[in-house]
């Protein structure tokens, strides 16, 4: 990649914030409606092609020379939107497969996997998203751009990332037909030893969500 395409919203800042804030506004409208539950048998290839978008975004952000917001401290955008009954809806729709196991830093040497969820994550990446929403809606586009940015080396990226791996797994598992035993222990609310969490990481019921979420792609 050249400097001048890095660097190519450098340019034009507008033209890149408002790149930026429809791709944020499109993935909060899309994954929202995801979780309805209209659509459960595709709600697993959705997330996928979701997730993916908004890590490309991600990238974009990390790649950017660092923002500077205009003023000092951080405007007060009010109380944050409710997010549990979006994080309630996708555990019901989700289970069982909706814990899994990560390694939270790939270079800390020896870490142990932990355990997430995938409603867990969907919830704080909307929380995310929306609180730079609010500084854009109301004008303030640098501290719009600041805290995209920021949470994205810092919170909602490397979640992200890790809900991909997660999702790509399942549809990965499901579509070349390697069912996997159940999750038996594996837990966001207990600490396993690290050998026990390394022998269940990744394992689901595949056999469970091949009926009521046969993961059909998004669009067939």
Same mark, same amino acid.
């Given at each position: 990649?050249?400097?001048? /395409?890095?660097?190519? %919203?450098? &340019?034009?800042? @507008? !033209?890149? $914030?408002?790149?930026?804030? #429809? ?87 020896? /870490?142990?996997?932990? %355990?997430? &969820?995938?409603? @867990? !994550?969907? $919830?704080?990446?909307?929380? #995310? ?92």
């Amino acid at each position: 990649m050249s400097d001048a /395409t890095l660097h190519d %919203a450098k &340019r034009d800042p @507008d !033209d890149f $914030a408002v790149s930026l804030s #429809d791709s944020i506004e499109s993935f909060i409208v899309a994954v929202t409606e995801v979780s309805r539950g209209d659509e459960p048998d595709s709600a697993v290839p959705f997330l996928l092609l979701e997730i993916s978008q908004l890590l490309l975004t991600g990238g974009r952000l990390g790649a950017h020379e660092d923002f500077v917001p205009d003023e000092r401290y951080e405007p007060d955008v009010g109380p944050e939107p409710d997010v549990d009954e979006l994080r309630e809806r996708f555990a019901t729709m989700l289970d069982p497969v909706d814990v899994y196991s990560e390694v939270f830093d790939p270079y800390v040497p020896r /870490t142990a996997p932990v %355990a997430s &969820r995938i409603s @867990d !994550d969907l $919830a704080d990446i909307i929380t #995310d998203l929306r609180h730079g929403m609010a500084h854009y809606r109301d004008g303030r586009v640098s501290e719009a751009l600041w805290w995209w940015q920021f949470s994205y080396l810092s919170n909602w990226g490397p979640t992200a990332s890790a809900c991909l791996r997660a999702l790509q797994s399942l549809v990965a598992h499901v579509r070349l037909d390697q069912p996997l035993a159940e999750l038996d222990g594996l837990d966001t609310d207990v600490m396993a030893p690290e050998e026990q969490l390394a022998e269940e990481a990744g394992r689901v019921m595949a056999a469970e969500i091949g009926g009521p979420m046969r993961m059909r792609a998004a669009g067939s």
